[in-house]
């Protein structure tokens, strides 16, 4: 006996809904989402990012000698390595124009403790 035309299309929907989602579901997500384009945007990513994702960039906006007082903080307090001057000029300057302050968003000057985020000590990601 074969199953009625209305429950094998159904059954067909549902698979093919199943499907789309879990293909869906397997894209990755870009840990980089909403880093605008722009040069030193790969300096960021392969430097930053390979300790926290872009969501702490993003949250933040210093200005450039802000930036810099939170590299040369990450490098003392968190491990992050000795960057090439080159690389961290590349670093600085996209940072600065991209994450720069804002009227909205004044600047955090004082360096990483002059956000509250950085109230407690937090470890560096082992991995």
């Given at each position: ?26 894209e990755e997500v870009d840990p980089n989402a909403g880093l605008p384009q722009g040069e030193g945007r790969d300096a960021v990513i392969a ?81």
């Amino acid at each position: 006996m074969k199953p009625p035309l209305p429950v094998l299309r159904a059954v067909l929907v549902f698979v093919s809904v199943v499907l789309a989602a879990s293909v869906a579901w397997a894209e990755e997500v870009d840990p980089n989402a909403g880093l605008p384009q722009g040069e030193g945007r790969d300096a960021v990513i392969a430097n930053c990012t390979a300790c926290h994702n872009a969501a702490l960039i993003l949250q933040n906006r210093m200005s450039r000698s802000g930036w810099d007082a939170l590299i040369t903080w990450m490098q003392k307090e968190q491990g992050l390595w000795e960057l090439d001057p080159d690389v961290r000029k590349s670093i600085l300057d996209y940072l600065a124009k991209y994450r720069g302050p804002t009227a909205a968003s004044p600047d955090r000057e004082g360096g990483p403790h002059a956000n509250p985020m950085y109230e407690f000590h937090y470890p560096p990601n082992p991995l």
